[in-house]
């Protein structure tokens, strides 16, 4: 891990790109930005671990960052890949309780801003309007976060890649009964760990959906021929 140099006004425009913090007001912005240091990873090296207590919350701002839990016998489940402008570890750094799960850099290059829970608290306390804006904002991500954790344990592995793949037309902007062509934010790989499911199987259902017809898929790229097959698998 290598710390970089950032003034407070360039930690504060890196931090409104993030949906947690762009309600805040350019003052608090830069408020916290003179808080923040900004860190850069290589591959593999860790931001925090699971079990330690959560010393602070990160904002992504280069690359990708996974975060796992690992099992007493040594396997790693990849709970989810965040990219740039999203905040890991916000929810124990809050409370006050351990990290539930890892997390370590996932590209050849990642980098952060890490707010230190103490500072942060602090300023939190003198400062109340800018943890309720934060509150208020925290709160709509956790309660889809919550709707995507019950939907992938009621469902099969064929519905919970159809709610993925329209999921992301929906965010992506692509709609309609032929919806057009979706990129797919990570590996097959880690996109299959995120839905429970082995890459073998994953593989298996896309070329099982391409042969039917409904989709077309090319690297990370899944053009979504008939968005209403693909809701019908949900429904099944």
Not at 31 to 55: C, I, K, M, N
Not at 101 to 111: C, R, S
Not at 121 to 132: C, Q
Request: glycine share 10%; proline share 5%.
């Amino acid at each position: 891990m290598e710390k970089m140099r950032k003034t407070p006004e360039a930690k504060a425009d890196l931090l409104v790109r993030s949906e947690l913090f762009s309600g805040l007001e350019s003052e608090q912005l830069l408020t916290l930005g003179g808080l923040a240091s900004h860190r850069r990873y290589d591959r593999g090296e860790v931001l925090f671990r699971q079990d330690t207590p959560a010393a602070g919350l990160h904002v992504v701002t280069r690359g990708r960052v996974e975060v796992f839990r690992s099992g007493g016998d040594g396997a790693r489940r990849l709970l989810h890949l965040f990219g740039p402008y999203e905040v890991v570890g916000e929810v124990p750094a809050f409370e006050g309780g351990p990290f539930p799960a890892t997390a370590a850099a996932a590209t050849p290059v990642a980098e952060a801003l890490f707010l230190p829970r103490d500072q942060f608290l602090t300023v939190g306390a003198e400062r109340p309007e800018i943890l309720l804006r934060m509150l208020a904002t925290l709160s709509v991500r956790l309660r889809r976060f919550v709707g995507r954790i019950e939907s992938l344990s009621s469902r099969t592995a064929p519905a919970r890649l159809a709610t993925r793949l329209l999921e992301l037309a929906w965010e992506q902007g692509v709609t309609g009964k032929a919806g057009g062509t979706v990129n797919l934010p990570s590996s097959k790989a880690d996109l299959a760990r995120t839905l429970g499911m082995t890459p073998e199987t994953l593989s298996r259902l896309l070329r099982r959906w391409r042969d039917e017809g409904f989709i077309d898929v090319k690297g990370r790229q899944v053009s979504i021929r008939d968005a209403e097959r693909l809701q019908g698998v949900i429904e099944e």
